[in-house]
Nanobody, 126 residues
Framework: VQLVESGGGLAQPGGSLRLSCAAS????????LGWFRQAPGKEREFVAT????????SYADPAKGRFTVSRNNAERTLYLHLRDLKPEDTALYYC????????????????????WGQGTRVTVFS
C-alpha cells in the first residue's frame, strides 16, 4: 500500500496549485481519502476529505471556498486544488487512506487513517 504526493512548490499569494496523490497496492475506489497539512512548528491539521464514491467532500474552515478535493478512481489519484493561496497555507501536505473500506463517516481526525504519503511541500511567499 503506497501513497505518493506531488504538485507542491512555490506560489505567490493569490496563486494556485494542484496537488496529486497517486495510490497503489489497494482497491482505490473502496476507500475514503483525506488531505492533511503540517506547517513549520505546528501540529498536523485536517484539510479535506472525500468519500470512497467521490461524493460528500468536507473541508476544514481555512480550506472552505478556496480548496477543492476530488478523485479519479479510474486513475487511482486523489487531488487537492488550492486557490487564492495565502502565506498561512505554507505547509507539508499529506494524503491519507482511511482505515476501513466504505467508511464515509467523519474523516477529520488523523487517527481515522492508516496509510500516509511522504508529503509534498507548498510554500506561499510574497
Amino acid at each position: 500500500v503506497q501513497l505518493v504526493e506531488s504538485g507542491g512548490g512555490l506560489a505567490q499569494p493569490g496563486g494556485s496549485l494542484r496537488l496529486s496523490c497517486a495510490a497503489s497496492g489497494f482497491t482505490f475506489s473502496f476507500y475514503s481519502l483525506g488531505w492533511f497539512r503540517q506547517a513549520p512548528g505546528k501540529e498536523r491539521e485536517f484539510v479535506a476529505t472525500i468519500t470512497w464514491g467521490g461524493g460528500s467532500p468536507s473541508y476544514a474552515d481555512p480550506a472552505k471556498g478556496r480548496f477543492t478535493v476530488s478523485r479519479n478512481n479510474a486513475e487511482r489519484t486523489l487531488y487537492l486544488h488550492l486557490r487564492d493561496l495565502k502565506p498561512e497555507d505554507t505547509a507539508l501536505y499529506y494524503c491519507a487512506r482511511r482505515r476501513r473500506p466504505f467508511d464515509s463517516s467523519g474523516g477529520d481526525l488523523g487517527e481515522e487513517y492508516d496509510t500516509w504519503g511522504q508529503g509534498t511541500r507548498v510554500t506561499v511567499f510574497s
